[in-house]
């Protein structure tokens, strides 16, 4: 039976989600894979949905940890980033990343963008040139004052800073106090989740100075005002819209302001308050969210490259499966907390949840409807009811994507019950078919709603429910009509016992 599909309104804004763009000095780790993995879960749930989706991920490519970086290698800076490039991509292809745009800050476009946007903020009187004194991370290429330092180290990665005096232009972050506040109580999404609020708000309210946004001695990045390079968190930040073509590209038109910016809450100032500073200046609209998540530790300790302890996710990946890491990230804690990674909690779950729940419950039911005769059911099913989609789709678009999966996988859960409860292995007739029809129907609106989380597990279950993958993979089609395809068949196990 054909299904309906969403008719996209190309007349609407689209959506719009990005990750942040990772700094290249290393290889992707586990907490770069959940932020972009979580992105992804966003990205497809809207397409579900029917929208037009603009997921935009990247690499921040400047600044002189790079060049440090690339001196020391051997080569020049851009064959350096390009290396490590590669390898965010091909992890990226590997998790099963359906971006739309890989922005790089070394294209020429962002170059440009960058310089535009800076230019404006001059004009309106909001850059001006100065000198900067204070204590600099090269590590975190970042300058912190006396009070800041912690045991006269970097407060962010404890390393050694040294003292620095050079000429900069300033952002004049201080005349943005009050619209910043007035931006955080009129738009009470925009700091996500809550928890996060307090602490930012609290931050702006007892002052905002002038910040140094560029760099005299640093000579990888971008050129401003001939002979400074602009720091590399401002040309950082313009990536989200020096991807959609601003200034003058119909994307930026189609997509700004973004609907959700998903970062690390080590990042989340610089979203949550000189970003949005930054577009109040130049005269543009903010994006709708910021959501900082929290911070992954590895068998109860913090990532770190003195500890060992960096999590490969494509290790992970060869010793499990994909779908397995990406549901594992998202159900060991609610989005936006601090969780831990441990194998062990991780074989638990496979073994518990993507085995014994949902591989299980497929495995059952199509076992059962290989072996029957059945013709088309038209009675009501008895099971629609256990599953609240107006629930679930709340908890997906407020990017609560633990509770929306615990809701997912609470139906599964009630349809193995059904299998026990009703013994269809012990029916015959009417009684089977109604049975089989209703697990049947159940297993293809799984098959939607885990999508977004385990894609190429949910398209085999599809194939195995001889449905057609493009087709019936949108929102619409969660209503139960018993609408699986002609013929059935089991296929091979969806996950193995670890």
């Known amino acids: 039976m054909a299904h309906r599909v969403i008719e996209i309104d190309n007349k609407a804004k689209g959506f719009y989600v990005t990750t942040p763009i990772y700094y290249v000095n290393d290889k992707p780790h586990i907490g770069h894979a959940y932020t972009t993995i979580a992105a992804d879960i966003v990205a497809r749930w809207h397409r579900l949905k029917g929208q037009r989706v603009f997921f935009l991920t990247g690499t921040d490519e400047h600044g002189e940890k790079i060049a440090k970086a690339a001196a020391a290698s051997g080569s020049n800076p851009q064959e350096f980033v390009d290396g490590i490039v590669k390898q965010y991509k091909d992890a990226w292809e590997v998790l099963n990343i359906s971006y739309d745009y890989f922005v790089r800050t070394t294209d020429k476009k962002h170059i440009e963008a960058v310089s535009k946007f800076l230019d404006i903020l001059a004009k309106n009187g909001d850059v001006y040139k100065g000198e900067y004194e204070g204590w600099y991370c090269v590590s975190d290429e970042t300058f912190f004052t006396d009070l800041q330092l912690k045991d006269g180290k970097c407060p962010e990665c404890g390393k050694e800073v040294i003292r620095?005096?050079?000429?900069?232009?300033?952002?004049?972050?201080?005349?943005?106090?009050?619209?910043?506040?007035?931006?955080?109580?009129?738009?009470?999404?925009?700091?996500?989740?809550?928890?996060?609020s307090e602490e930012i708000i609290n931050r702006v309210k007892e002052g905002l100075k002038d910040i140094s946004i560029t760099r005299a001695t640093v000579k990888w990045g971008v050129q401003f005002d001939n002979d400074?390079?602009?720091?590399?968190?401002?040309?950082?930040?313009?990536?989200?819209?020096?991807?959609?073509?601003?200034?003058?590209g119909d994307k930026f038109g189609d997509f700004w302001p973004a609907n959700v910016h998903i970062v690390g809450k080590e990042i989340n100032w610089f979203h949550s308050v000189i970003w949005p500073a930054m577009l109040l200046s130049a005269g543009m609209n903010t994006p709708e969210k910021v959501f900082a998540h929290g911070w992954w530790t590895v068998d109860g300790k913090k990532m770190s490259k003195s500890s060992h302890n960096f999590v490969d996710p494509l290790d992970i990946t060869k010793r499990y499966s994909v779908d397995a890491l990406r549901y594992f990230l998202i159900r060991q804690m609610p989005f936006g907390y601090d969780g831990d990674f441990s194998e062990s909690a991780m074989k638990e779950l496979i073994n518990s949840e993507l085995l014994g729940a949902l591989g299980n419950l497929v495995n059952r039911v199509l076992t059962l409807a290989e072996n029957s005769k059945m013709s088309k059911f038209t009675g009501e099913n008895e099971l629609e009811a256990k599953i609240n989609l107006t629930v679930l789709e709340g908890h997906m678009d407020a990017i609560e994507l633990y509770s929306a999966l615990n809701e997912i996988m609470e139906f599964v859960r009630y349809c193995n019950k059904y299998v026990n409860d009703k013994k269809p292995w012990t029916l015959e007739g009417k009684e089977l078919e109604e049975v089989l029809y209703n697990l049947l129907e159940s297993l293809r609106v799984i098959s939607i709603l885990l999508y977004p989380f385990i894609p190429a597990t949910c398209e085999k279950i599809a194939q195995s429910l001889g449905t057609d993958k493009e087709l019936s993979m949108s929102l619409i089609n969660c209503k139960f009509r018993n609408e699986f395809g002609d013929k059935t068949s089991k296929g091979d196990l969806l996950f193995k016992k670890v």
């Open 228 to 248: 400074h390079t602009v720091y590399v968190w401002v040309d950082a930040l313009l990536n989200y819209i020096s991807a959609l073509d601003w200034p003058n």
């Open 164 to 196: 620095l005096k050079e000429s900069t232009h300033f952002f004049r972050l201080s005349a943005y106090q009050d619209k910043l506040l007035d931006l955080y109580k009129t738009n009470t999404e925009f700091l996500s989740p809550k928890l996060r």
